[in-house]
């Protein structure tokens, strides 16, 4: 084959075909080095006589290894601070007074001391006020289960629980209000001296049902 190529082209040309055919091959920069530019020219033009076409793309190689972490950045320069905002408007007023929640018990005490009268009043505040009013409960009653030491009452009352007591009893207890209650308190020697101290409790009713128009059970 290269003979017959050898009698068409001659010695000059059979070296240039060589070349386009190793070209062609793959080997361009080496096929190419010691040519000048008119025998490279020709090496070019046999090349792309000879030469294939493209074949089908590969598949995808694997993914790599994930690449080290860069060194971390310089923090960078604070910002200017923002412009002040407009007030905002007034709220309304707070309440003045604070309803105890329904079924809840809030607690004190009471004490008095005193000489030469044969009644007192001893007056019981509510921290938090009790809507509606609650009732007068007794100590030792179901209402009142509790003791001096852990004043208790049912919901709905109001009981009073005696610590100490000296030439003197708690007598008559006026109607609770939603602020609190007053007690009137008798000694039955007022020439000596009276003391008298202890605890209260008093405990919110639960929400009335309007179906019913009873106390929920649970609150």
């Known amino acids: 084959m290269l003979r017959r190529i050898h009698d068409k082209l001659g010695t000059a040309g059979l070296v240039i075909a060589i070349v386009a055919l190793i070209a062609a091959l793959g080997g361009t920069a080496l096929a190419a080095a010691s040519?000048?530019?008119?025998?490279?020219?020709?090496?070019?033009?046999?090349?792309?006589?000879?030469?294939?076409?493209?074949?089908?793309?590969?598949?995808?190689?694997?993914?790599?290894?994930?690449?080290?972490?860069?060194?971390k950045g310089d923090?960078?320069?604070?910002?200017?601070?923002?412009?002040?905002?407009?007030?905002?408007?007034?709220?309304?007023?707070?309440?003045?007074?604070?309803?105890?929640?329904?079924?809840k018990?809030?607690?004190?005490?009471?004490?008095?001391?005193?000489?030469?009268?044969?009644s007192y009043f001893v007056s019981f505040s509510f921290p938090l006020r009790v809507v509606p009013a609650p009732q007068l409960g007794l100590e030792g009653t179901a209402e009142c289960p509790g003791t001096a030491e852990e004043p208790k009452a049912k919901r709905g009352y109001i009981?009073?629980?005696?610590?100490?007591?000296?030439?003197?009893?708690?007598?008559t207890g006026f109607q609770p209000s939603s602020s609190g209650m007053i007690w009137e308190f008798s000694s039955p020697n007022p020439e000596q001296g009276s003391f008298g101290k202890?605890?209260?409790?008093?405990?919110?009713?639960?929400?009335?049902?309007?179906?019913?128009?009873?106390?929920?059970?649970?609150?």
């Open 35 to 71: 040519l000048n530019s008119k025998q490279k020219k020709e090496v070019k033009k046999i090349a792309k006589q000879f030469a294939g076409k493209p074949g089908a793309t590969g598949p995808a190689g694997p993914q790599g290894p994930k690449g080290d972490a860069g060194p």
């Open 75 to 103: 923090a960078g320069p604070k910002g200017d601070a923002g412009p002040k905002g407009d007030e905002g408007k007034q709220g309304p007023a707070g309440p003045t007074e604070t309803t105890l929640p329904p079924g």
């Open 105 to 118: 018990t809030e607690t004190g005490v009471w004490s008095l001391s005193n000489k030469g009268l044969g």
């Open 159 to 171: 009981c009073t629980y005696t610590e100490q007591e000296a030439n003197g009893f708690l007598a």
């Open 198 to 219: 202890g605890t209260w409790a008093v405990t919110q009713r639960c929400p009335i049902d309007p179906e019913t128009e009873e106390e929920f059970e649970e609150c």
